[in-house]
T-cell receptor, first 114, second 114 residues
Framework: DAGVIQSPRHEVTEMGQEVTLRCKPI?????LFWYRQTMMRGLELLIY????????DSGMPEDRFSAKMPNASFSTLKIQPSEPRDSAVYFC????????????FGPGTRLLVL | LAKTTQPISMDSYEGQEVNITCSHN???????ITWYQQFPSQGPRFIIQ???TKVTNEVASLFIPADRKSSTLSLPRVSLSDTAVYYC???????????????FGGGTRVLVKP
């Protein structure tokens, strides 16, 4: 199993540009999560999906952020327009069941907004 | 939300036992204690989870006193590859129930020296 796959691994963009982060969860996992990690705020849960349906997006910082999961093997996190304060590492994770023990994280996307 | 406090960093030597204590004075009745490990440029990895007393797996042990206001992660005979950041989380074992409360704090940076 390849684990959770994220792309790109690194992204550098200019303020105001649209950024799209991609995630492929582990096959068979029904839950998918998007997290953001910064030095100041640590690792925060942004949104998660169950069976491709968004369940809780209360962690999404503002309307500039949106996430979709069109099918069981793909999800995107989009930031439009991006701002320098969005610079962070964004992790995608998937889980077989609704418990932390079965949650596996991807390698993350390091985003820098200039 | 049960806030956690853990040391910022700890140094150790190969072959020694490392004990990291996490304080969580406001832990709720249905909260579990979960520890994660994170290597540089990787996502966090679940290590161990417990509710009370002692839990042991092939990686670590978790000690939780009766009042559950603190917990100690014990890593036996560490090696250089155990150098990482270790996070203590307190919350519902269910990711759905924990929701956006699933936030990782600063963690403890453990450095294992030869």
């Amino acid at each position: 199993d390849a684990g959770v796959i994220q792309s790109p691994r690194h992204e550098v963009t200019e303020m105001g540009q649209e950024v799209t982060l991609r995630c492929k969860p582990i096959s068979g996992h029904d839950y998918l999560f998007w997290y953001r990690q910064t030095m100041m705020r640590g690792l925060e849960l942004l949104i998660y999906f169950n069976n491709n349906v968004p369940i809780d997006d209360s962690g999404m910082p503002e309307d500039r952020f949106s996430a979709k999961m069109p099918n069981a093997s793909f999800s995107t996190l989009k930031i439009q327009p991006s701002e320098p304060r969005d610079s962070a590492v964004y992790f995608c994770a998937s889980s077989l069941a609704d418990n932390q023990e079965t949650q596996y994280f991807g390698p993350g996307t390091r985003l820098l907004v200039l | 939300l049960a806030k956690t406090t853990q040391p910022i960093s700890m140094d150790s030597y190969e072959g020694q036992e490392v004990n990291i204590t996490c304080s969580h004075n406001n832990i709720a009745t249905n909260d579990y204690i979960t520890w994660y490990q994170q290597f540089p440029s990787q996502g966090p990895r679940f290590i161990i989870q417990g509710y009370k007393t002692k839990v042991t797996n092939e990686v670590a042990s978790l000690f939780i006193p009766a009042d559950r206001k603190s917990s100690t992660l014990s890593l036996p005979r560490v090696s250089l590859s155990d150098t990482a950041v270790y996070y203590c989380l307190v919350g519902d074992a269910s990711i759905k129930a924990a929701g956006n409360k699933l936030t990782f704090g600063g963690g403890t940076r453990v450095l294992v020296k030869p």
